[in-house]
DNA sequence: GACCGAATTAACCCGTTGGTTCATTATTGC
DNA sequence: GCAATAATGAACCAACGGGTTAATTCGGTC
């Protein structure tokens, strides 16, 4: 069995010293993008130097692709701390559009690499192994919501939950991704605690309402 | 007055280039984002040499730019041509909300380049003139509609324009701009057509739906 | 047909930056 | 304690790529 890391020695250090250039990594790159980031700066914010960047990671490439798995993974992890099982379909969706719409708001460094990797066609993400498995997961919760709602009668039967994914992704994702553009275009009105509150209530409200089946009756 | 461009000369003609150099710029620029895009490249696919680039464009940034400037103003033109006067709100709602999403979908180059401009945090766009007035014409429609469907009391008082173009365009740009993640995280069954019919339906029936005063009443 | 400025070409420059070499120090297994 | 190995530091390198220099051609004008 390995000793904790901080026991091991008090200078050399490889874990502390490999998840210190990932953080770094990643900053910079949610920050930059790939081709923009230099390995200069990311060692230079690092406590250690850029040989061991290369030391640690091979290459440029394969940092950023790294920083993208951990990223995914942490996000991911974040999204199953959400807990829906004991809530009527429709509060349960209405939660869970709140959940994420608010989980990307607080990480806008993964919807930056995300951007990024879009740009890229996604030719890193390809490598990345157990993404699928992971993702999955994220349907199987709306799946189940779905499966409740139909069941009671409340959501319309023919009802997509990869859809409805997609909305509420879409939703969530752009609210955080093309904010500077959308700022520039229509004023920042939308962002501010207010305008965020709404987008957050009126995203909530559709998604919702469009799930149901008879829409005149609940008050979501 | 000058003559037409073409009459000039067989061999020199300045229009055609600098047309031409912006037309294989943006492609480039979409394709690959500012940093990735190299000069040489696009000298290559030009009729012209890397020295007239700079001749006309003076440097990569104002070339950047003067394609972003010029691939934002023919989408807002394209954008014009939508007419939506003579339909009922709920109607016009719908349809506008279907020709936005179309509307993206046939200019992906578009939303790429302003996914580079989001990763960019706006920078360049920061410098285009006549931005703000070029969009206050896209509120002023989802305005008009507004207006008119809470007048014939069929949508609600507290309806938001712009927040209500906020969610169309989200969607409509998420569609184009994270298909590659989206793609290999879900798989791509909602990117064939009869994918992309079912979300343009739902993207549209949501809209509406969440507009309405009595979302009951209308067969959205 | 000489002259001018705009348009064009070929060759070159040089700072930036991803990646490396080589030597040195710390750690571990025995 | 002693090899073997892992971790680190300083200086270096080569090519990539944005931008330039300087010399040339073209088209219109008087």
Redesign the pocket.
Known sequence: MDKPAKL???????EA?RADILRVARAEFARTGLSR????DIAAKTK?????V??YFG???SLYQAVLEEAYAEVRAGEAELDLEDLAPDHALRKLVEFTFDHHRRNPDFIRLVMVENIHDGSHMRNIERLAEQNVAAIRVLERICEAGRASGVFREDISPLALHWRISAMSFFNVSNRATFTLNFGDSLFDEEGQALLREEAARSIVLSALKNPGCATP
């Open positions: 091991r020695s008090w200078k050399q250090n490889p010293v980031t230099r390995i200069d250690t130097s850029k040989r061991m290369f030391y290459d440029k490439e």
